[in-house]
C-alpha cells in the first residue's frame, strides 16, 4: 500500500464519552486531514486540522487504527 492523506469531514471522536479532537492552535473541531502509510509502520501518522496546523493525536487513540478506518470508509 502506499502514502495517503485523507481529510475527515466532520468531527473525530473517541472514548466512552465522544470526546472530539480539537486543534490546538485553533480549536477547529469539524474537519481534519490524516495522513500515513498503510503498508508502512515505520511511517508516522499525522493529523492536521482543515487550517493546516498539527494535531496531536491522542493516547486513547491507535493512530493506525485511525488511518486504517479512515482509509477504508474513503473508498
Known amino acids: 500500500m502506499a502514502y495517503?492523506?485523507?481529510t475527515v469531514h466532520g468531527p473525530i471522536t473517541y472514548g466512552a464519552d465522544y470526546v472530539v479532537v480539537q486543534c490546538p492552535a485553533c480549536a477547529a473541531?469539524?474537519?481534519h486531514r490524516v495522513?500515513?502509510?498503510?503498508?508502512?509502520d515505520?511511517?508516522?501518522v499525522?493529523?492536521?486540522c482543515v487550517?493546516?496546523?498539527?494535531?496531536p493525536i491522542p493516547?486513547?487513540?491507535d493512530a493506525r487504527e485511525v488511518l486504517?478506518?479512515?482509509?477504508?470508509r474513503a473508498e
Open 4 to 6: 495517503v492523506e485523507i
Open 29 to 31: 473541531t469539524h474537519s
Open 35 to 40: 495522513s500515513g502509510d498503510l503498508g508502512d
Open 42 to 44: 515505520s511511517v508516522p
Open 46 to 48: 499525522s493529523l492536521a
Open 51 to 55: 487550517n493546516g496546523h498539527a494535531v
Open 59 to 61: 493516547s486513547d487513540l
Open 68 to 72: 486504517f478506518i479512515v482509509a477504508m
